[in-house]
């Protein structure tokens, strides 16, 4: 089968010029793996245990260091022996060359928020299967699945080509499962009620977890443990005391505690004070404006997206609360991730439809981008972490989907974020976002670390859109092409 230029063995000179300056063989770029690839078996270091050597790309390996010209990344199985100049790591004998003249290499990229089953639109199989390729084809070597069915996808992704799944448990107070709330008309007429959410999720095939008033929050700890999920993510109607219980909880058995920015009715400073490791959505900063007896009968997701839409704006991105917030999260080290281009990628489906019967206002979405790209600027000026989620839906054509190069050029152009600055966002500091053995093991190329990497084509700390130009990914020292990874997925 014909291969892009792209992907054809290197020029011959080069090869020999590998080959007399390191005495070793040369590995021929093309050929990449060829078998099945169970990823869970790669990641537990299955894979082949020789030596491999990327030799001559440009490194930029996620520590915070200067980019390392002609570099050399020695491999051994599944792990990294040895990043830097060549005079740091010489290629050992016997070890296979890449030759990666010209090209760029980073940490392999890790999404911190996906959700990727979907039992009713694409099923767990073949749909599924094709959405982890197209991730690892876009250098998407680790994502977190922020709740769907952790037991179902770690299942379901044993044994299919797939970034190393990370998944986390949802929970959520008795209102998202019992509640039902009418869906208005811009007249403020009832145009349907929703069924409650966890109903609707149930359908997808998720299992969120209820907690109320009375609940042990260590036996939820426990049930999200057995189904292999690695943290907890709030979802709704849990109230200030409820989120420090489950953090206490999580946090003695060793589980990060993320949830939604504004939990409804603990608000973001609540969730922080709380020991929460991390919020999502930055539109949720909205909560902030609103006192606590007002938040506490704004519960409910059409509650949420009316108060949001209410006070949202350009101008409240920066009132007093807000910035309290931000730096309340600065100071206790708690993420936010903003999801920006799944609000832009909401705000252009409404404008190319006008559904009648959306699932969230359109007021919602509009506000929740200007409010939310303003707050972000605060939070980086006030250095809060920032992790690179994308909110990445496994429904709907891939290019309607937002994207972590997406979300990655927002940072950039709209944040004003470094290219260098946003792709930690997405590598070194995702890793620890994610935390565990994640926060230990990805995320930065070094000594120890999983040989999880990818190939540019293009200087992504020119343009971060080089991220595009992926040649190859690593996964677990396993070498894969996009082209290959794509062609093997369709039908
Ligand atoms: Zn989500």
Redesign the pocket.
């Known amino acids: 089968m014909r291969e892009p230029a792209s992907s054809r063995t290197p020029s011959l000179p080069l090869n020999r010029h590998l080959r007399r300056r390191f005495g070793a063989s040369v590995l021929v770029a093309t050929s990449a793996w060829t078998g099945p690839l169970v990823s869970a078996g790669w990641a537990q270091g299955a894979a082949d245990s020789s030596l491999v050597a990327i030799e001559g790309a440009t490194l930029w390996d996620g520590t915070g260091n200067e980019p390392i010209p002609s570099a050399s990344v020695v491999i051994d199985g599944d792990r990294v022996l040895c990043a830097g100049t060549v005079r740091l790591c010489p290629v050992p004998p016997g070890a296979r060359v890449i030759d990666a003249v010209g090209r760029w290499l980073l940490p392999g990229l890790i999404d911190t928020?996906?959700?990727l089953l979907f039992r009713d639109q694409r099923g767990g199989g073949r749909g599924m299967e094709a959405d982890l390729r197209d991730l690892l084809a876009r250098g998407v070597t680790a994502v977190r699945d922020?709740?769907t069915d952790p037991r179902t996808l770690l299942d379901l992704t044993r044994s299919i080509p797939s970034p190393r799944i990370y998944p986390m448990q949802l929970v959520a107070g008795p209102r998202f499962f019992y509640g039902r709330e009418a869906v208005h008309n811009s007249d403020g007429s009832v145009t349907a009620y929703r069924l409650p959410p966890a109903q609707v999720m149930r359908l997808l095939g998720w299992t969120p977890i209820l907690y109320q008033r009375g609940d042990r929050p260590d036996s939820v700890v426990a049930q999200a443990k057995a189904a292999g999920a690695i943290g907890l993510?709030l979802y709704a109607d849990l109230t200030a005391g409820q989120v420090r219980e489950l953090v206490q909880a999580a946090h003695q058995a060793g589980l990060p505690v993320w949830g939604h920015a504004w939990v409804q009715p603990a608000s973001v400073m609540e969730q922080a004070q709380a020991g929460q490791d991390g919020v999502?959505?930055v539109a949720g900063l909205a909560g902030e404006l609103y006192p606590p007896s007002a938040r506490d009968t704004l519960r409910g997701a059409t509650a949420l997206f009316e108060a949001t839409a209410a006070v949202a704006t350009r101008e409240s991105a920066h009132d007093p609360r807000v910035l309290a917030a931000l730096d309340t999260l600065a100071r206790r080290g708690t993420f936010l991730e903003p999801?920006l281009d799944?609000t832009v990628h909401r705000v252009a489906h409404y404008e190319a439809t006008h559904p009648r019967h959306a699932t969230e206002s359109e007021a919602y979405v509009k506000a929740a981008s200007e409010f939310g790209v303003e707050v972000t600027r605060e939070a980086v000026r006030r250095r809060v972490r920032i992790t690179a989620?994308t909110?990445y839906?496994a429904y709907g054509p891939s290019d309607e989907r937002a994207s972590l190069v997406g979300e990655l050029a927002l940072l950039v152009d709209s944040i004003g974020l470094t290219p260098a600055a946003a792709l930690r966002a997405a590598t070194a500091d995702a890793a620890v976002a994610i935390g565990g053995d994640a926060a230990l093991t990805l995320g930065i190329v070094a000594r120890g670390r999983r040989a999880d990497l990818v190939l540019l084509r293009a200087n992504p700390l020119a343009d971060i859109r080089a991220l595009r130009e992926v040649e190859w990914v690593m996964l677990g020292g396993q070498l894969l092409r996009p082209d290959q990874l794509r062609r093997e997925a369709s039908p």
Do not use: E, F, P, S
């Open positions: 928020h996906v959700h922020m709740g993510k999502v959505h999801t799944a989620g909110d839906v």
